[in-house]
């Protein structure tokens, strides 16, 4: 096996969650060597770095990690037999990230001289972002080096994000007060670990983001939403999909509450969702209003996953986006979720995972729940 470095987006322990779920989903043996805030070091195997940067949604970059010395002479050795430019242009640039290490200079003052040697005018970047490596071409222009710790590695693929981009602003219908990233869209898939050819429900499935972005993983899907204007917007949405990309995997709609899940589909891989999280609120609550909306909001997801028990397969998953509220008093008011998800057959796969800012008005959490086995037997 060899070893990777995966560059983390801003939720550091939600990246290296999706990883690992991701590679376990894939049967892919990994062993996370060590990590931070910006870098998981991983010794795996990966046969096609750009199709898996292109299903994570919390990594920025993948580097295959060329050097693990401290040893300056063999720091160089290494890099004299890599073969760090596969460009053919006589201009070039070289980027590097770096993080907790003490190499960053010497390997900085080495490209230097490296380009001086092959006769190749390079400009050097600091930390260049996923954007300026797509638009440079980087594989044949650029030189992108991470360096952590002892490790340094040459990057071998980047997010896409202008492809991303591109299917948020060109699909016809979406309610921005309503949609989820397609960032946190695929790192809820992943959570899942629903495998190809599989089911997944999304129950409160508004413009449809997760189902687009498990119906491009080949993975079936089925959308449910109260809403008929989100059933609306979600069929113009996965149409339009279907048009631009190579669709193989089947999608179904229902006008219906969630809580009528059981009515419509069973046997499913896996749920996955952002559900009602409350009204759009301008100003922050006081605990009064919180504590309200958290019973409201705590009958409904009840409800729903204790349906959800009933169809999911022993071995599936639910993941869910759950909300924190802060109040006008600066308190968090939140879900009791785990004991909630107890009562209806369910047990964490692990703690839940804070995602997003801190001073939203509405925190969210992520929960990954299985079914306790003596219940799904």
Do not use: H
Not at 218 to 247: A, F, H, T
């Amino acid at each position: 096996m060899k070893i990777y470095l995966f560059v983390l987006g801003r939720d550091p322990e939600l990246a290296i969650a999706e990883i690992k779920a991701y590679l376990e989903a894939k049967n892919i043996e990994f062993l996370v060597m060590s990590s931070n805030y910006k870098i998981a070091a991983i010794k795996t195997e990966l046969n096609n770095p750009e199709a898996v940067i292109n299903e994570l949604g919390g990594t920025v970059k993948i580097a295959e990690v060329i050097s693990t010395t401290n040893l300056l002479d063999d720091v160089e050795r290494n890099l004299e037999n890599s073969e760090l430019y596969r460009g053919t242009g006589n201009k070039a640039e070289y980027c590097i990230t770096a993080n907790d290490t003490r190499l960053e200079s010497f390997v900085r003052d080495y490209l230097k001289d490296y380009f001086k040697r092959i006769r190749v005018k390079a400009v050097y970047k600091k930390d260049a972002e996923p954007t300026r490596l797509l638009r440079k071409n980087f594989k044949d222009k650029m030189i992108d080096i991470v360096i952590y710790k002892n490790m340094i590695g040459r990057t071998l693929a980047v997010t896409d994000v202008l492809e991303t981009k591109y299917r948020d602003v060109k699909r016809p219908s979406v309610d921005y007060m309503k949609v989820i990233s397609i960032r946190l869209a695929k790192i809820l898939i992943n959570l899942s670990k629903v495998k190809e050819n599989g089911l997944l429900v999304d129950p409160f499935c508004g413009s449809a983001t997760i189902l687009q972005e498990a119906l491009l993983r080949n993975i079936n899907v089925v959308g449910i939403d109260v809403d008929n204007e989100s059933i609306k917007q979600s069929r113009e949405n996965l149409e339009w999909l279907r048009k631009n990309y190579k669709i193989k995997s089947e999608y179904r709609l229902y006008n219906l509450d969630s809580r009528n899940i059981t009515k419509v589909t069973k046997d499913i891989d896996a749920v996955v969702t952002e559900p009602y999280l409350g009204p759009y609120v301008r100003k922050l609550p006081n605990i009064s209003q919180a504590r309200e909306l958290v019973m409201e909001l705590r009958g409904l997801y009840y409800n729903f996953i204790k349906e959800a028990f009933k169809v999911l397969k022993p071995d599936g998953r639910i993941v869910m986006v759950i909300p924190r509220i802060r109040t006008m008093e600066n308190r968090q008011v939140v879900i009791d979720f785990e004991n909630l998800a107890k009562e209806a057959g369910f047990e964490l796969a692990y703690k839940p995972i804070l995602y997003g800012y801190k001073n939203n008005k509405i925190g969210r959490e992520i929960y990954v729940l299985e079914k306790i086995k003596k219940y799904s037997e």
